[in-house]
Structures are given as structure tokens and as C-alpha cells.
């Protein structure tokens, strides 16, 4: 017989968008996951919450974990952090009295391993439909940033018309989209991140959220480069491909989130680890956590942070020797050696 405790956590994990709304109301969704600042509601990107998934186990929906603090739990240790609460009875308590708030489970996430399924699916299908990015209005976004790294077409691509819906429920939009391959060790295709530009002008479109994620992201990312031994990975594509104009012969990735650089997953034979950190606190604490995960592994791993608010800001108001000459010294190398 199930327990309780076991009972209430599955009742929560039914309806696990719902429990965000309520308790995570400054946060919104992104792709599979619910994207908040923090325990406390605060706006910001470094708590996420998983909404697709099994009940129970591994992946399951209602996991969250935050980059910055290296808190983690489920829906019942989210609720007992949000409150307040000092003792569990209260906990279940609170999740008792809103578990008895009639509400409808939305369909897409009833049975959640099918729904991620589909997430992937349509991923691929948005990939399949894109085009290469050379002489686009992507490539022209990027270039616009002071990237002169080679756009790897195995990585990025371009649609020219992507549906956009401000929130849920909204009539959508149709804009123009950078998109690039989310994949795992395999090199299989896991997911896509698009960031949808403005038809007008060589930037990001004016809308809440012009970057969105779809399919399995969580463990994966965008990479630049095949990775052997040596790999550095950072949170956005800007930031990896500023890197990358500095540093075209490291093999990179791109997590696409402090959240899910603090959960990525190492793949086999990796000796070195460098982590670029965005200069705020959830990208340090971020960035930490991964570091102390690959130094738990045997992986030798360190930390460099940006100067500015990422390193695409550093490239923009330096240039790429400057990046360049500052990783070398950081790897305790001549820039020379980074040829080699």
C-alpha cells in the first residue's frame, strides 16, 4: 500500500504546472520546464522545475533544482522552501488543502512520458524544416554581436517563420528564428532552442521571451566541435559563440541556462572541464556546482567568469585577441599553445 507522503508527492506531480501558477507565480514556462528565480518567487531564470515525465523516478515531473543555491528536491520540498514551514506536518498539510482545490490536470501532461516524446518529435520536425543559416537574417544577428566563429551547420540553422505565442492560450505570431539542435553524447537530436529575431532590425524580437526551448533539454546542449578529452561549455549560444571567435579550436557547448549548466551531464572520456560563467549569481552558482560534479568525477575542472555580463558583452566592448589572450592565461598557457 502506498504511503501518504508517496501519495501527496504523485498528487502533486499530477498537476505540477498548477502547483508553479500557485507558488512560483513570478516564474513562466519553457519548454518542459517551469523557470523561476528562486525558492522565495523572485523573477530570474536560475530555478527550474520539470513538467514532463514519469510520476516517480528518474526525470520525474515536479523535480526542480536550483543552479545558483544547489538546492534541489520535489514538490514537497519546494512547497516546505516557499512557505516557510519548520516541520513536515505543515507541508503536507498545505499540499492537502491545495490538492483539495478542483482544478483540471492540463491533457498534455497526463501521461507525461508520451508528452516528452512528442516534444522531441515536433524538435526534429522544426530542425527538419530550417534552413541552412549562412547569408540569413540569424547569421546576420550574430554577426551583428561581433561572432566571427565559423556557424556550425550541424549546430545552427534558420526558419524563416516560427509560430510565437506570448503565453498560453494566445494567438500566435509568426517570426523569424535562430534555431539550434539541442543534442546528446550520441549526437542525437534531444530538443531545439530557438531565439526569434526581429524582422526589422538585426536583433532579438521585441517580445516577453524571445529565446524558448523545446524538447528534452535538461543533461544536453548545443555543441560546437567534437569533444574529446577537453571541453568548455557556457549558458547561451551568444556566449559559446564569442568563445568559439576567440577560441575556434576548443570544442564548446552551449547548456542554454545556468539551470541546465549545473545539470549537465559529463560524457565518457572527458579529462578536462573549463565552465564560463555568466558574471551574475545565479551564473556563478551555476557554474560552481558543476565544477565541484566534475571534480567529484576525477574530472579536472575550473571557473572563469565573463567581466561584463556575459562574454559576449566582453567580446562587443574588447575584441576576440583580448578573450583570446585572457583564457590562455586563465588555462596557464601561451596563446601559441591554444594552436597546437
Known sequence: MESPVRTLSRGLAEHVESVCKHYLSNGCRCGNYWIVGDVNNHAGRSLYVRLKGPLSGKGARGKWADGATGEHGDLLDLIAAREGFGSFRDTL??????????????????????????????????????????????E?????????????????????????????????????????????HRGEITGVHRTFLDPMRKDKARVSSPRRSLGAILGHGVRFGKIDEVVLIGEGIETVLSLKSALPELPMVAALSAGHLAAWKFPPGLCRLIVASDNDAAGRGAAGSLVERAEARGIEAGMISSLRSDFNSDLRATSANALRSRVAAFLGCDCSDLDK
Do not use: M
Open 140 to 184: 546576420a544577428y550574430l554577426r551583428a554581436r561581433k561572432i566571427t566563429a565559423d556557424l556550425d551547420p550541424a549546430s545552427l540553422r534558420y526558419h524563416p517563420a516560427l509560430f510565437y505565442r506570448e503565453r498560453p492560450g494566445a494567438v500566435p505570431r509568426t517570426l523569424p528564428a535562430l534555431v539550434a539542435a539541442v543534442t546528446d
Open 93 to 138: 498539510h498545505e499540499a492537502r488543502r491545495f490538492l483539495r482545490t478542483p482544478r483540471e490536470s492540463p491533457p498534455e501532461l497526463r501521461d507525461g512520458q508520451p508528452s516528452e516524446r512528442d516534444t522531441i518529435a515536433l524538435a526534429r520536425k522544426i530542425w527538419a524544416a530550417s534552413r541552412s543559416i549562412a547569408g540569413t537574417p540569424a
